[in-house]
């Protein structure tokens, strides 16, 4: 990718000759720096790791002269981030590659290029397959290699390219660090990546495929972006990976770190009030981990701990190597650690084999859990991961109407959640302005939106807020004081 030469040098706005710039004499017809600058789309599809990648590939590109733009139409560069999780993510990416194919052909017939690169699970998981099926494709690039994606592009200029190896060096290690005024963009509450991959291999899932075995970043660089994003303004920190809790990186000193030792490091860093982490496996939940539940007041009393079913027998043929009692027992745990706990979870419906039973025993779970919020989904068969070989694939049928069942039960336990937090003051970091003028956006410490009316607040304060009202997306509430969060 070349950059365009003027670029380091012209102030913002800064007049330039377009007659210089192309050489040529007579007319002089002035254009802005904005004109000269090259315009990249991303979008991202799935988990909020790819939310956060899509943002290290903006900031990579940044460095070659790409500003972000939130208009596909205006765009020279077209990235999407994709998702394999399940049929329905996969196939999303090729009705919107048509999309941009024909914007491509509109943007050339105007004398504009446009390039399209496609990233994240799909292009690991599907890679060359993905350049026959569409043509227009410059560049295929997996999780792991989107660090190259200047030179994939330059690259594509003489042929299409795929980069979906598994590098042996960390792609970290080669990401330039977001400026200040792209974090303060992004807003108060920022993602970062402590851990990558899975080896759980639970039998339905394609991660341990796409995004490869479990690595741990280290202790020093993840404090280091902590540390920047904080002083860009960041409040609150939700550490990521596919299976967060599973953390095991290199500390200062040589020793290994679990995640309850780097949420006590993290909370010490000045400005960061909030600490979330997701996702997380339940055999995974260590002492230390539970502990800080207890411990560290930054560390949210909210937790999102997958458990799929509540069946013995589809837990064990999902490779989940723990029962439905394991799982109540663990959350029994955790609740005496940290009381106030607002739980949520992943579940699969009509995974293969799952009977009446089976199903009926995953709403008992839910019954005896009780969940703030949700992720509930039909079994979606992903080939080379061994349940989609199993025969006895539930019907379409059944797990719709499962689905449907499952999900009356969940919303009806979110809608409990939320009205039974009307007439408690609660912590409200402030992220947006709201929906109306005099109205600000926030959240709760279990992650529920809450709308304030309030001119007289910044973004990033924390408020104690008395909650007057649960509507069916957000919380409405009144300023009570300053949050006991705010002095962090
Ligand atoms: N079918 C349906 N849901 C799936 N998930 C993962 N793989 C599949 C699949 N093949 C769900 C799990 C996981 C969440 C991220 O996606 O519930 O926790
Ligand atoms: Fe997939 Fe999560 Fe199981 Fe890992 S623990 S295989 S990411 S469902």
Known sequence: MRKHPGLKTLAPNSRYSLERAKGLKGRSIAITQADLVKKVFVKSYGCQMNVYDAERMADMLATEGYSE??????????????????????????????????????????????????????????????????????????????????????????????????????????????????????????????????????????????????????????????????????????????????????????????????????????????????????????????????????????????????????LDAMNRKHTGDEYRRLIERIRKAQPDLALSSDFIVGFPGETDEDFEDTMRLIADVGFASSFSFKYSPRPGTPAAEIEAQVSEAVKAERLARLQNLLEMQRQAFNRGTVGRTLDVLLEKPGRHPGQMAGKSPYLQAVQIESDRHAIGEIVTVRITQAGSNSLFGEVAGSGSQAAA
């Open 69 to 314: 733009t939130k208009a596909m139409e205006e765009a020279d560069l077209v990235i999407l981030n994709t998702c394999h999780i399940r049929e329905k993510a996969a196939e999303k990416v090729y009705s919107e590659l048509g999309r941009v194919r024909e914007l491509k052909k509109e943007r050339e017939a105007a004398g504009q290029e446009t390039r399209i690169v496609v990233a994240g699970c799909v292009a690991q998981a599907e890679g060359k397959e993905i350049l026959r099926r569409a043509p227009a494709v410059d560049v295929v690039v997996g999780p792991q290699n989107y660090h190259n994606l200047p030179a994939l592009l330059q690259k594509a200029r003489a042929e299409r390219v795929v980069d979906t190896e598994f590098p042996v060096e960390d792609k970290f290690d080669h990401l330039p660090k977001p400026s200040k005024t792209a974090i303060r963009n992004r807003g108060v509450s920022a993602f970062l990546t402590i851990q990558e991959g899975c080896d759980k291999f639970c039998t339905f899932c394609v991660v341990p495929y796409t995004r490869g075995a479990e690595v741990s970043r280290p202790v020093a660089k993840i404090l280091d972006e902590a540390m920047r994003l904080a002083d860009a303004g960041v409040r609150e920190l939700t550490l990521i990976g596919q299976n967060v809790n599973a953390y095991h990186g290199e500390g200062p000193d040589g020793s290994v770190w679990s995640l309850g030792r780097l949420l006590h490091r993290l909370a010490e860093v000045p400005g960061i009030a909030r600490l979330r982490y997701t996702t997380s496996h339940p055999r995974d939940m260590d002492d230390e981990l539970i502990a800080a539940h207890r411990d560290l007041p930054a560390l949210m009393p909210y937790l999102h701990l997958p458990v799929q079913s509540g069946s013995d027998r589809i």
